[in-house]
């Protein structure tokens, strides 16, 4: 079943940052039940687009600096580690 178009078959490469199941468990289950249907179609796709970094990075690259990227949609993502944090600036 596919929830969410993404073509990610334009060239380049890829990282995907997935959220953690303890992440996972602090979104609302209206929020998780609305994603899920017809209607959160849309904005399923661009939370996940957001979670997928233009090109290859290690967690070594993580771990010795904060990193800035850009998100497959356009926006600037900030990625640390100890602890692993996603956009917490």
């Known amino acids: 079943m596919t929830i969410a178009e993404i073509d990610l078959s334009i ?5 995907l ?14 929020t998780v039940k609305f994603l899920l249907s017809p209607e959160g ?5 661009s939370v996940l687009a957001y979670h ?8 070594d690259e993580f771990e010795k600096r904060d ?10 993502v900030s990625v ?3 602890p692993v944090k996603f956009n917490c600036l």
């Open 80 to 82: 640390t580690v100890d």
């Open 41 to 45: 179609k849309g904005t399923l796709a």
């Open 11 to 15: 060239p380049g490469e890829f990282t």
């Open 67 to 76: 990193y800035l990227s850009l998100s497959f949609e356009g926006r600037p």
């Open 52 to 59: 997928v970094l233009l090109g290859i990075f290690t967690l």
């Open 17 to 30: 940052l997935a959220p953690t199941d303890d992440a996972f468990s602090l979104v609302p289950q209206d």
